[in-house]
């Protein structure tokens, strides 16, 4: 299994523009997430995912979009980039049946200038 | 959920154990303990989690004091591979993945 697997791994965006990070599992996973990660922070929860056809916001959604039309799949779409978005980003999985680990992938470091 | 405090910064020498403290002083009854790392700039790596028994797997053992408002995990022998950011985590059982990461402590491992 490949886990969780997040693309671009870089990308330079410049200040209004708009894409997509991509992230998807192999896991079969109900439960999918994006966090955001600023320098020298802890992670915070951008929007979640219970299963397909399902999203809500976590706690910083500003700025972003999600949709979820398969169990693999959760992209986070971008609009109008901002500097405050220059972060890094993980998706992470979980399963309800388990002891409720999550599953990071790698991550996608995004800088806005 | 409950919020958590940690020391920022810890050394640990190679070898020896490394006991990292968290304080959950706000805990309830139904919200567990678990226990996240980072290493460098990676995805955070699932170690363990409790409710109020102790708990070990292969990576490391956790204490849950008896009236749970605080926690240490023991990593038994340091290596330089656990240097590491190690986030304290308390969440319910039903708010799954909502997890909110604290700045964890920074443990260094030195030889």
């Known amino acids: 299994n490949a886990g969780v697997t997040q693309t671009p791994k870089f990308r330079i965006l410049k200040i209004g523009q708009s894409m997509t990070l991509q992230c998807t599992q192999d896991?079969?996973?109900?439960?999918m997430y994006w966090y955001r990660q600023d320098p020298g922070m802890g992670l915070k929860l951008i929007y979640y995912?219970?299963?397909?056809?399902?999203?809500d916001k976590g706690e910083v959604p500003n700025g972003y979009n999600v949709s979820r039309s398969t169990t693999e799949d959760f992209p986070l779409r971008l609009e109008l980039a901002a500097p405050s978005q220059t972060s890094v980003y993980f998706c992470?999985?979980?399963?309800?049946?388990?002891?409720?680990?999550?599953?990071f992938g790698e991550g996608s470091r995004l800088t806005v200038l | 959920d409950a919020k958590t405090t940690q020391p920022p910064s810890m050394d640990c020498a190679e070898g020896r154990a490394a006991n990292l403290p968290c304080n959950h002083s706000t805990i309830s009854g139904n919200e567990y303990v678990y226990w996240y790392r980072q290493i460098h700039s990676q995805g955070p790596q699932y170690i363990i989690h409790?409710?109020?028994n102790n708990e070990t797997n292969e990576m490391a053992s956790l204490i849950i004091t008896e009236d749970r408002k605080s926690s240490t995990l023991i990593l038994p022998h340091a290596t330089l591979r656990d240097t590491a950011v190690y986030y304290c985590i308390v969440r319910a059982r039903d708010s799954w993945g909502k997890l909110q990461f604290g700045a964890g402590t920074q443990v260094v491992v030195t030889p």
């Open positions: 896991m079969n996973h109900n439960y």
């Open positions: 409790g409710l109020k």
């Open positions: 995912s219970v299963g397909a056809g399902i999203t």
């Open positions: 992470a999985s979980s399963s309800p049946f388990s002891n409720g680990e999550l599953f």
